[in-house]
């Protein structure tokens, strides 16, 4: 097994907000390896893209604070490092497509003033340079005529060019690890399908590892080596890719799968979990899912379910899976 | 289809928008580039009814969303609203045609004010449009909304920066079903929501209907969404429709080369499944000043001489399907 790049240990994460405290991040731990593929999954505001930014060393203090836990990257806790050695790190190593395109994307700068500000100050290439490589990224990502759509603003480009231009901008100094937050929720299966070729591409030709967050479990399923999975600030599954689909031990995973549209099969209704998402300023005592879970004992509405390995690599936090 | 039940119909919809000549190229004396967003395309919805829209990115879905809800005006062709030509709609006309037609954004975060509550991105559409009186009845009507779209009543009085992107897409949806629409052009709805609160978000958009009679324009990539949701699909590739027809008989047995290799490229959520397959070659077409002749020439696996020659239009095949190919 290839060594591990990046270790979360124990990372908690907090926001103090005027109406309380919010834990968007409690306890996770996982791992990844090189060129591995670890898909990051789970309830909207479980706190991916929070554990995403936290790796980043992009959670905005206040209102938020690492409370607790390590992040080392290559065998370095991030959490330590200076200013300059983050900014050294971010982009250049470590690089992050933002699941909201409009929020890292300057309105005012055209699409080759963007790339290329990286590439001259990451890689100090000349205006001219840049602008060569500007096209060969763009095209890569699959832009159409990329040299006339340089001086292009973000707002000319529809959804799912912009995110190609977030992942161009990542792409652009190879960076040796890549968090992908919904990089490809906003393109078309044929460019989707293009894109995670080229991803691929890279993890062959440079050993790149990736951290890959999306609710689609259909690309989860044919990109990711592992998964972890998300609900309520806690990871309550992680193990392979076969492990999870195969053998799904979390009931929350287990309702995340059956919540799926099939292309074949034709219900006039969908079978969500039941319930909403619980409220995180307030959050239930115990076990997070209980108030939707069908299974749910009194034990899960009083403790907080460990999280323990429960086959080799395949790991779940539930109290079914501690009766014996 | 008579045009008599249509509450939507598009004809000839076209925008082009002048591209800004780059240095290099106003050097080279080229002339002004025109990009065909929206190139003469032909729809129409039925009461009630709900079409799915998909195609490549920036193939004109969004823009055409835009067009429809007269955001943006069109270049050329015309949209009618129940037999009415909207684009001769008088501005108070217009004003009432806004709340009969409600958009919600692919982008969550840039379609919410920041600096406004929940409550008041929520209870503001309703002001807009007369339809609450009290500040009671705005807030009854608010924690409503919040329930329907399955989000907790305490969030109410928070900002959207403190939500995350699928909680803040919710609210977008909240608000589209603020002023009782009729017709709901949801452009990626549910895309950046996790496939629990997906599936359920669906199902209230299946119950809204059923509820009261809504009409919806799907636009979505993800194609199990789309073939559970629609009652029709339109298929687009750069600016044109290719294909529509029936969900069921288009996903059973689609007909353009465009929306085989969709359908072939879907990644299916079981590991042990076929992967996706890429079966366009080359580079993606290009909708500034396209070629003559059909756009997916020098990626199509059946094109023939004349495909590089002459466009082919969409014409009808039985079934209520049409499509747009030499080659069928
Ligand atoms: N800047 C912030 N201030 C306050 N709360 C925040 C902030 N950023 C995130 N949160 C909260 O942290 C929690 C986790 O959010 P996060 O964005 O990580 O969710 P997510 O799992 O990425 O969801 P999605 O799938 O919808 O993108 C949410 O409850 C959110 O409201
Ligand atoms: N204001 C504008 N000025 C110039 N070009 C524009 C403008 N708005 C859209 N376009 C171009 O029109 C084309 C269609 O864009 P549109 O947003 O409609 O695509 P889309 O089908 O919604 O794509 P996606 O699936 O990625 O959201 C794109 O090439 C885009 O760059
Ligand atoms: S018209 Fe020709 S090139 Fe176009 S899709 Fe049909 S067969 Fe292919
Ligand atoms: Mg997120
Ligand atoms: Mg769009």
Redesign the interface.
Known sequence: MAEPVLELDDLTVRFRLKRGELTAVNGVSFCVRRGETFGLVGESGSGKSVTARSIMRLIPEPPGEISRGRIAFEGRNVLDMSDAEMRALRGRRIAMVFQEPMSALNPVFTVCDQISDALRTNLGLSKQEARERVVELLSLVGIPSPRRRLDSYVHEFSGGMRQRVMLAMALSCNPSFLIADEPTTALDVTIQATILELITSMIDRFGMSLIFITHNLGVVAHTCDSIGVMYASHLVELGGKRDIFERPQHPYTVGLLNSIPRLDAQARYLTPIRGSVCNMLDPPVGCKFHPRCAHAMDICRREVPQFREIAPGHHAACHLLDRG | MTTGDALLEVNGLTKH?P??A??Y?KLAGEKA?VLKAVDGIDFRIRKGETLGL??????GK?TTARLVTRLIEPTAGKVSLKGEDMLSYSPSRMKAARKEVQLVF?????SLNPRKTIMQILSRPMELHGLAASWAEKRERVLELLERV???L?HVD?YPH??????RQRIAIARALSVDPELVIGD?PV??????????I??LF?DLQEEFGLTYLFIA?????I??ISDRVAVMYVGKIVEAGPA?AL?ASPLHPYTK??LA?????????A????T?KG??????DPPPGCRLCGRCPRELPVCAQVEPPLVEVGDDRQVACHNL
């Open positions: 928008f591209l800004h780059d240095i190229s580039q998909v195609g490549e990115s920036g193939c969004s692919q982008d969550p975060y840039s399955g989000l907790g305490e928070r403190e939500f995350s992107g699928g909680q990626e895309s950046a929501l996790d496939v629990s609160i997906q599936a359920q669906l199902n299946r990539h993800d194609l199990s969404v073939r559970h069921a996903f290799a969709l490229a879907v990644p299916e959520a079981d590991p042990g499944k992967p996706p397959k890429l366009l580079e993606v077409s290009t909708p500034i």
